[in-house]
Structures are given as structure tokens and as C-alpha cells.
């Protein structure tokens, strides 16, 4: 039997309440960052390049020009890039709700296209965007007059103080591995391979360090993320953070950050890096990765890595807006939240 669709009138009103929700959630975010001088941005969707991670995949298309000629174009990943160069242009808070486009991902939690609150804070540590969001997952809490962010059957309180954690630390304490005794020069996959099997992780033959941690984060650390309280993992390993600057008491890790509710992953934060050169050597990596994995790579945005040497100091997060209203209003998929699905 086919489900009630979304556009039905006993399906929208039930839908109705959670989505004027998510409006006041919106309102209510958007005051807070009025109140801490941000200014609103309102970046492209259409880009040369739509981000530079191997397993970020974007929506492809052709922009006609006036001569009839075809320049090949991509729905982005992110607003990083362009809100980027305006940290460059001299602008210093900005934020910006874009809707944002991912290939390959549908599902309970995932929406090919879907709203990012993306935001940057120049001269000021990371650790600050901490505190941003705690904040705004307490305002999405409120307007949608609930007490807790819920999934299933999870909840987690956001006036809690939050946690935060290493990485390293969560993958000894949930998955019983030393990250770290496998990040030196490079990053040992025989050694992470070892331990991932002795704790139960399965492994294949062309399974990469990255692809090795990305299976033990899944499935041994981040099921236990977010429950009573927000969680921000932190410190996340260079190799796992090509947008981000290394810390400054150990190169093994970089100044990356996730924050989680209920298991569940919600925003993705950065020390940012501004060495042009490196940033070209990172993402040069990633699309070899993309290319051996998937057959395909992204031309690099030759104007973004000019914009670096001009870029200030500066930290920024990309919150999933839509999962954080899902969690606010205890909706089971996202779907129930977005005012016409995909």
C-alpha cells in the first residue's frame, strides 16, 4: 500500500505543526546571531567547483553562455568557498542559511537537497562556535515547545553542559583503539587494521586508514554520542580534516570538531586553514582518493585558493538545519520537516 503524499491534506496537517516550528527555530537563530553581529550572506548555488572531499558528491550541470558555449557548472556541497572569500573581502562575522545539494545520500536523516546554517567568526577560536551551538540547539528547542532533542527512542538535554572530547579519547573509550599510536609521518592502516579486528571491526583487503576509521567511528563510537547531553568530538585527526589547521600541541590532529545529539551528527566545525599552498596539496589528495574510489574528480576553485592569502584567522561551522529540527520536534525522518520534500 503507497504511503499518504506529502501534498495530502490529512498528511500536511499533520506535518503543519512541526514545520511552523522549524520557522520559529529560524526566526529565533537569526536573532541570536543579530544580537552577535553577524551579518546575513546569501552565497551562489551554482559554482566552478562544488567542494573538494573525496566522498562528497555533487549534482553536475552545463551553464550556456551568450555564444552558445557549454562551461560545466555544479550545484555546491557547502557555501564555503564564497562565504571564504568574503572573510577575505574584509567582512568578519557572517552566516548564511543556504539550501545545499549532496549526491548519493537519502534517507531518514539525509535530503539530497537540504538547508545548511553555515557561519564564520574571524580572529576568534573555534572553541567559541561551541558555545554558538549549544546555544542554538536550546532556541530550536523552545520554538518548537519541547523540553529535549529527541530521535527514537534517545533524548538529550541542550541546557546540559555539553561534552567535549577528543577523538582519540572516544575511540579508546568506546572502541577500545589507540588512533594515535597509528597517526606519525603518515597514518599506519596495518596498525588500525589490527586493532580494528581484534575489537570486532570488520576489514577488507583495499580498505584504506580512512576508510578503517570511518567504520569504527559509525559503528563503535558514534552510537554513543549525544545521549543526555550535547557531545562535541573534537580534535579530529589531520588525515580526517582537510579543511582545517593542525593543532598547535600535536600535528597528529587537527582543530576540526562534530557536534552530536542523540547519536545523531548535526554541525561540522573548523579552525580554518589559511596556507593556500597546503590547502592545494590537501585537496589535490582528496580528488587522487576520488578518483581511484569513484572514477571522477572536481576541478579545485582556483579563485578560492587565491582568496586564502588574503583570508584572516577565522573559524566557522556548517550546521544541518533540518536535523536539528527534526531532533527539536521529535520527528521521525527528515522528511517530516522540510516544507516540500525532494
Known amino acids: 500500500m503507497n504511503e499518504t503524499p506529502w501534498w495530502h491534506p490529512s498528511r500536511h496537517a499533520d506535518r503543519r505543526p512541526m514545520l511552523l516550528a522549524r520557522n520559529r527555530a529560524q526566526a529565533a537563530i537569526r536573532g541570536y546571531l543579530a544580537t552577535e553581529g553577524f551579518t546575513e550572506v546569501d552565497p551562489p548555488a551554482l559554482v566552478p567547483s562544488p567542494g573538494n572531499e573525496a566522498h562528497l558528491h555533487a549534482f553536475r550541470t552545463t551553464a550556456i553562455g551568450n555564444d552558445g558555449q557549454g562551461r560545466e557548472m555544479y550545484l555546491h556541497t557547502s557555501p564555503e568557498f564564497a562565504m571564504k572569500k568574503l572573510l577575505a573581502a574584509g567582512e568578519t562575522r557572517i552566516a548564511a542559511f543556504a539550501h545545499v545539494w549532496r549526491n548519493r545520500e537519502q534517507g531518514p536523516r539525509h535530503s539530497p537537497e537540504f538547508t545548511m546554517l553555515e557561519w564564520y567568526r574571524a580572529g576568534e577560536d573555534y572553541a567559541v562556535l561551541m558555545e554558538d551551538m549549544a546555544r542554538m540547539a536550546q532556541l530550536a528547542v523552545q520554538a518548537a515547545g519541547a523540553e529535549a532533542l529527541r530521535f527514537r527512542d534517545q533524548t538529550c538535554d541542550p541546557f546540559a553542559p555539553y561534552e567535549r572530547l577528543s577523538v582519540a579519547e572516544a575511540f579508546l573509550r568506546y572502541a577500545g583503539v589507540d ?6 609521518v603518515g597514518a599506519d592502516r596495518h596498525g588500525l587494521a589490527r586493532q580494528a579486528e581484534a575489537v570486532g571491526t570488520r576489514v577488507a583487503g583495499d ?21 543526555g547531553r550535547l557531545t562535541v568530538l573534537d580534535r579530529y585527526p ?43 596539496r590537501r585537496f589535490v589528495a582528496e580528488m587522487d582518493e576520488k578518483e581511484r574510489v569513484y572514477g571522477e574528480r572536481y576541478p579545485l576553485d582556483e579563485e578560492f585558493l587565491a582568496a586564502l592569502e588574503h583570508m584572516p584567522d577565522a573559524s566557522g561551522i556548517a550546521l ?10 521529535a520527528a521521525p525522518k527528515i522528511e517530516d520537516i522540510l516544507w516540500v520534500p525532494v
Open 179 to 184: 588512533l594515535l599510536a597509528t597517526l606519525g
Open 207 to 227: 580498505d584504506t586508514w580512512s576508510d578503517i576509521f570511518s567504520r569504527l567511528l559509525s559503528e563503535k563510537v558514534e552510537p554513543h554520542l549525544g545521549h
Open 238 to 280: 589531520a588525515v580526517e580534516a582537510a579543511l582545517a589547521r593542525t593543532c598547535a600541541d600535536d600535528p597528529r590532529e587537527a582543530e576540526r570538531f562534530e557536534v552530536y545529539a542523540c547519536g545523531v551528527e548535526l554541525a561540522n566545525g573548523f579552525g580554518e586553514l589559511t596556507d593556500a599552498a597546503e590547502q592545494r
Open 320 to 329: 544541518g538545519f533540518d536535523r536539528l529540527v527534526m531532533l527539536a520536534t
